[in-house]
């Protein structure tokens, strides 16, 4: 069974339960570690369990900064996997920034884990990462909204209906306008303020513009 590697404090309760409802809608499997019996070194288990996934969810929540050891971990389970070239998909709860950042990543999404449409646009996401034949049959594009704008209550930028079916997704290509920071990644909803999840400085978006204006 294909799997993805979720990064995350386990306090993180409602989170975890969130996704554990995504995955089990999906032929998918979620590898949390404390769910896991590690073997010694834990370090190894991780390692092979990032190696074998199809990517790495970052659950970002005020819980990563709960403690050094939830800090430490999360920093090596990001370096991993880009040094094994695993997507990293960084998703942020919108009740508010969190001053954690991950200097790795290829996506980002502001989501509510309370908000079903937003479930169901990560469900759409993981099924990109479906290896099986069956899915190119699915209409995922049926099942998944268009790219909603910023402000409360705006869920995942569900742009990805037809690169679904080719597993890839249609994000936006997005680059970091700070100096000191300059990363890229794709984004999926379109909020004029947000913080960047790589440098967690503040960006200010025009979206009216092609591309957006920074």
Known sequence: ???IFISHS???VEAIS???QVFARTTMRAIFEEFENYIVPPW???KNDIQQSSAAFVLLSPHLNGTPYTQNWVSYE???ACALNKPVWVYEQLEGPVLFPIPYLTDYIVYSPKNRGDL????GLVETYDPSPAFLGLGLGAIIGGLLSGGAGAGVGAIMGAAALQRKSLGIPFRCPHETCGVQYK???QFQQFACPACRQIIYVDWTQTPPQQ
């Not at 169901?120 to 469900?123: A, D, F, G």
């Open 78 to 80: 990001v370096g991993l």
């Open 10 to 12: 386990k306090r993180d």
């Open 18 to 20: 969130a996704f554990c």
């Open 44 to 46: 190894t288990k991780i």
């Open 1 to 3: 069974m294909a799997s």
């Open 187 to 189: 984004i999926y909803s």
């Open 120 to 123: 169901n646009s990560i469900k």
